[in-house]
């Protein structure tokens, strides 16, 4: 049996690699349903400054092929808020990198989203790839 039965993790998921993989795979060890959000383009360069590499149609193309994702779904400006996810989705626990574990505005999801029943998960950020280093070496 697995923890939850509603997983949820959201992301970029441009330039797709092991980091995604990992984080979207232990998402899946841990729930028996599991959902994954891909942010829209507009929301990337709205918090990013720049646009991904990979167009939002093709990223969202990529998750859902996943064999460890059951549902893919945009994530806009009207469901960024983990809450807003929350009532669209319900999921039981939301996962992150933990890179983001001592981030205020998570410690206030975390607490928010215990009062529905709803839990934060953190996974080791996988240091050996990310994006960011990717771009880096190609030249982008």
Known sequence: MKRYNIGYVAGVFDLFHIGHLN????????SEYLIVGVLTDELVIHFKGKAPYIPFEERLEII???RYVDKVVGVTFDN?????????????CLFSGDDYVNNESWIIDKQRLKQVGADIQFFPYT?????TQIKKIIGI
């Open 127 to 131: 240091k050996t790839t990310s994006s």
């Open 80 to 92: 960024i808020d983990k809450m807003s996810a929350w009532e669209l989705y319900k999921f039981d």
């Open 23 to 30: 984080l979207i795979r232990r998402a899946k060890e841990n």
């Open 64 to 66: 859902g092929a996943c």
